[in-house]
């Protein structure tokens, strides 16, 4: 909910300035799939929301933000849990749920790679410096806490810091929809625990495949980009 | 030569530290949670106050949770007693009315040939209160005796180290209840004595 409330007040507040800015700044807005690169046991899939603001004039070694929030699907697991009530089983598997969200703010700069003669182009985004921040909320099932306890438990957590992210956009269709499609790959954070206690699960590291369309404000003809 | 001397004592007491290794159990306040990592605490309510073993601070030697003493006690009965003590200390510095219980020992009886093996045996058994014994010492009121409940989830050995984990609960009479115990224990074979 929290990371909702950042997104939306953030993402109102680029919107309000790529009004008011002069010409050739763009709004970037993608959603596809995401898969999570560094949890081997779990695979956290999600749908990914991007939103990119270059405010500069140039199309190449601009400079940007971008935002990016992953609705991620939880994920099923499973824990042992035991009780010395004589009546019940000394043993029981419970199901576990692990839910999680994850925002990133970054700042990068686009790097030209290729343009054809239908003026479609390859771009790489490197985004060098980024935050984000990821929420886990673990919920077993059927667990009696009054009688039972869980061995080794997974427990709610948060993680968070510097993160960095490379993607590989190709433009099409550049003057009539400006769509493109983009591959991102982002580096996991730690969960920056002294004396960290161990989860079943790791930070995300999220591979995206979006697809999306640029607004341009007053976009200029455009000219051979070569 | 002194600067050095000084950066080996440091290094020397960092080594030698072992964490807290506290992690508290969100259904049980004053408790941690139930572990199998060999983190050498244990925790339990003591009529609903939460008790943990202490962690000892020593600067020339070991630092780290309290380890339990495991031991064969003889008996002229016809069954031994299996013992496994710790020092214990109230979690919580903000109850200065409470009676203090200071140790706590889990008794139960074996054959008077008990070796390791038969120790680890006991991985994934409950013992009953038929047979069980709790002693608490208390700075105050003395010993206090009675039956508990006991259950070793996992025993394992390995390199020479026995790792035990499990569940306890007792009663002295209608007048001390001890429940939601736990311990995760992790001991130097060499340190028992069968």
Redo the contacts between chains.
């Keep these: 909910m929290k990371n909702k409330n950042t997104f939306l007040i953030t993402f109102s507040f680029l919107l309000f300035f790529s009004f008011s800015l002069s010409a050739q700044s763009s709004l970037s807005v993608s959603s596809g799939i995401s898969k999570d690169l560094n949890n081997g046991s779990y695979s956290f899939y999600g749908i990914p929301v991007s939103v990119q603001w270059k405010p500069s004039k140039k199309e190449k070694a601009a400079l940007f933000l971008e935002m990016n929030y992953d609705f991620v699907f939880p994920v099923k697991g499973s824990g042992n849990a035991?009780?010395?009530n004589?009546a019940m089983p000394?043993?029981v598997t419970l199901p576990e749920n692990i839910g999680t969200s994850l925002f990133t703010l970054g700042l990068g700069f686009r790097v030209h790679l290729y343009t054809n003669k239908k003026n479609n182009s390859f771009y790489l985004n490197l985004i060098p410096l980024g935050i984000s921040a990821q929420h886990f909320n673990v919920k077993y099932k059927n667990y009696d806490?009054e009688n039972y306890?869980?061995?080794?438990?997974d427990?709610n957590s948060a993680a968070g810091g510097l993160v960095m992210s490379i993607a590989v956009v190709y433009n099409f269709n550049k003057g009539k929809q400006d769509q493109f499609v983009m591959l991102h790959v982002q580096t996991p954070t730690g969960f920056g625990e002294k004396?960290a206690?161990?989860l079943s699960y790791k930070s995300i590291a999220p591979m995206q495949l979006t697809f999306g369309f640029h607004f341009y404000y007053n976009k200029k003809k455009e000219n051979n980009e070569k | 030569m002194k600067n050095s001397m000084l950066l080996f004592a440091v290094v020397l007491f960092f080594s030698s530290c072992e964490k807290r290794n506290f992690f508290p159990d969100e259904d049980d306040p004053g408790l941690s949670r139930l572990t199998f990592y060999g983190y050498n605490i244990a925790t339990s309510y003591i009529n609903n106050v939460p008790y943990v073993n202490p962690y000892r601070h020593s600067f020339f030697d070991f630092s780290g949770n309290y380890r339990p003493s495991v031991e064969r006690l003889m008996t002229n009965s016809d069954f031994d007693t299996l013992s496994i003590s710790w020092p214990i200390e109230i979690n919580d510095t903000g109850d200065v009315n409470h009676t203090r219980f200071y140790s706590i020992s889990l008794l139960t009886p074996i054959s008077k040939t008990f070796t390791i093996k038969d120790f680890l045996a006991l991985s994934g058994k409950r013992l009953s209160s038929d047979s069980n014994v709790v002693l608490l010492n208390s700075n105050i009121s003395g010993s206090f005796k009675g039956v508990s409940n006991l259950y070793f989830i996992k025993i394992t050995n390995d390199a020479n180290y026995l790792s035990f984990s499990g569940l306890f609960d007792g009663n002295v009479g209608d007048s001390i209840l001890i429940t939601k115990g736990r311990f995760d224990f992790r001991i130097d074979a060499a340190d028992i004595n069968f």
Excluded: C, G
């Excluded at chain 1, 306890?149 to 438990?153: D, L, R, S, T």
């Design positions: 035991y009780t010395l004589p000394q043993e806490d306890e869980v061995m080794n438990p427990v004396n206690y161990p």
